[in-house]
C-alpha cells in the first residue's frame, strides 16, 4: 500500500512551464480552410511550416519534462509494477467484480461559491465523488487515500437566457485550473460568441483534487493500477456532472475534450446520451502511448517483467473508447489532431477515427500544444460548434 506522499516519490511531474504558455494563450480567431481525412495528409504531415517547427519544439520540451530520470521507473519498481497488475487482473477481470464503470449514484448536494479570474465571472462547484469501492478491492482502498482527490470539482459559467444548450470541457493532463482550463478552451469565446453553458470538470488528481506531494499528471505515470483507477473516476465523475447539468434543465448537452480529456469524453459517449462531441488532440490507446515513449532498455525491461503487454492490453480495455459504442450520432462526431503531435501521435487520433467509422477530422499543421496558435483548428471548432448553437436557437 502507498500514500500520497510515495506516490509522489513514485510519478515527479512538473506542468509549470505548460500552464505559463496557457496563461498567454487567448488567441484571436483567424479565417483559414480545414483539411478533413482519416489519415494526416502527406503535405501537412512533411511540410516544414512554422506550425510544425514550433509544435515539435514545444511537444519535445513537454516530453524532456515528462520523461525526465526522476520520473523513471528504477528497476525495482517493474517487478512491483507486474505483481500490482497481475493482482489487478484477478480483482478487475473476475465477474464476481461486476461492471467496471457503475451507474452513478443519486447526485448529493452541490455547493457553490463565485469566483473571478480577471474579468471572467465564474461558478467554483463540489461534490462528494461517491466512486464506489468494493471492500476487497485492494487498489480501490489505496485510492480513495488520496484525501482532496475525494470531491470531485468544476467550474461553471451559466447564461442568463434560459434553455441555452450545455458545453461540458474536459481538460487535458496537467491543467484543472480555471486560467489554463479557460484559456485552452477559449471560454469567452464558447460563452459570448456560441452562447453556450459551460462547464469544466477537473479531473482526478488535477488542480483542487491534487493531494499534497502528488505531481501533476500523476493520471499518467508508470504506476498503471493508478491510471486505470483515475481513469474510472475521471469516468464517474463526468457522468455525475452530466446529470447535474441535466438537473439544471439541460435539453442539449455536448463535450469538448483536450487530449486526456478526449480519451475521457469518448468513454463517457459510450455510456450516456450525449448530443455531440469534439475530441481535441486525443488519446485512444494508453498502453500504445506509454510504450511509444519509452526507451529502447525501458521498454525490454517492462517487457521482461510484464508491465507491458497482453495483461496490460486487457486491463485497459475496461477503460478503452475503442470499448465502447459511441452513443452520440456519427455525424456529430469530431475530431482534430496534429500531423506533427509528438505526445499522443497522430496514430492516436487515427484510432479514434476508426472506431468512429470515419468521423468529421480534421488535420493541422502543428504538435500537440500548439493547437492553441492554429488558426485552422479555432475555425473547424468554431463552425462545428456554431452550429449546435444555430440548432438550439431553432428550438
Not at 245 to 269: F, K, N, P
Not at 324 to 338: C, L, N, Q, T
Request: glycine share 10%; charged share 25%.
Amino acid at each position: 500500500m502507498v500514500d500520497a506522499q510515495a506516490m509522489a516519490v513514485r510519478t515527479r511531474l512538473t506542468g509549470r512551464s505548460l500552464l505559463r504558455r496557457l496563461r498567454r494563450l487567448f488567441v484571436p480567431r483567424q479565417n483559414s480552410r480545414p483539411v478533413q481525412s482519416a489519415e494526416p495528409p502527406p503535405a501537412v504531415g512533411l511540410s516544414a511550416g512554422a506550425g510544425r517547427v514550433l509544435g515539435r519544439s514545444v511537444d519535445q520540451g513537454l516530453l524532456r519534462g515528462m520523461m525526465s530520470g526522476d520520473r523513471k521507473p528504477d528497476p525495482t519498481d517493474y517487478e512491483r509494477i507486474a505483481l500490482e497488475l497481475e493482482r489487478a487482473e484477478q480483482i478487475y477481470l473476475d465477474p464476481a467484480f461486476g461492471t467496471f464503470h457503475r451507474d452513478p449514484a443519486a447526485l448529493p448536494d452541490v455547493q457553490s461559491r463565485s469566483r473571478r479570474l480577471a474579468h471572467i465571472r465564474f461558478e467554483h462547484l463540489w461534490f462528494d465523488s461517491g466512486l464506489p469501492v468494493d471492500r476487497h478491492d485492494e487498489f480501490g482502498q489505496r485510492w480513495q487515500r488520496l484525501r482532496r482527490n475525494r470531491t470531485a470539482h468544476a467550474w461553471a459559467m451559466r447564461q442568463p437566457e434560459p434553455g441555452r444548450p450545455w458545453l461540458v470541457c474536459l481538460h487535458g493532463i496537467g491543467t484543472g485550473q480555471p486560467v489554463a482550463d479557460f484559456a485552452g478552451f477559449r471560454a469567452l469565446t464558447l460563452y459570448r460568441r456560441h452562447g453556450f453553458n459551460l462547464l469544466f470538470p477537473v479531473l482526478p488528481q488535477h488542480g483542487p483534487r491534487r493531494d499534497p506531494g502528488v505531481p501533476l499528471g500523476s493520471m499518467l505515470s508508470y504506476e498503471m493500477v493508478d491510471n486505470l483507477l483515475g481513469l474510472r473516476q475521471a469516468v464517474w465523475d463526468v457522468r455525475r456532472w452530466l446529470a447535474w447539468a441535466r438537473g439544471q434543465g439541460a435539453q442539449r448537452i455536448g463535450m469538448y475534450g483536450l487530449s486526456l480529456g478526449a480519451y475521457t469524453g469518448a468513454v463517457v459517449s459510450g455510456l450516456e446520451d450525449v448530443d455531440w462531441m469534439i475530441a481535441g488532440i486525443p488519446l485512444a490507446d494508453i498502453p500504445a502511448m506509454i510504450e511509444m515513449h519509452c526507451s529502447e532498455d525501458e521498454r525490454r525491461l517492462a517487457y521482461d517483467h510484464g508491465v507491458l503487454g497482453d495483461r496490460l492490453d486487457r486491463l485497459y480495455q475496461l477503460v478503452s473508447p475503442r470499448q465502447v459504442e459511441s452513443r452520440i450520432p456519427a455525424p456529430d462526431r469530431h475530431i482534430f489532431a496534429g500531423a506533427a503531435d509528438h505526445v499522443t501521435t497522430p496514430r492516436q487520433a487515427a484510432l479514434l477515427g476508426e472506431h468512429w467509422g470515419d468521423p468529421d477530422i480534421h488535420w493541422f499543421d502543428g504538435g500537440h500544444v500548439s493547437y492553441l496558435l492554429s488558426r485552422s483548428v479555432r475555425q473547424f471548432v468554431d463552425d462545428r460548434l456554431a452550429n449546435y448553437a444555430a440548432v438550439e436557437d431553432g428550438d
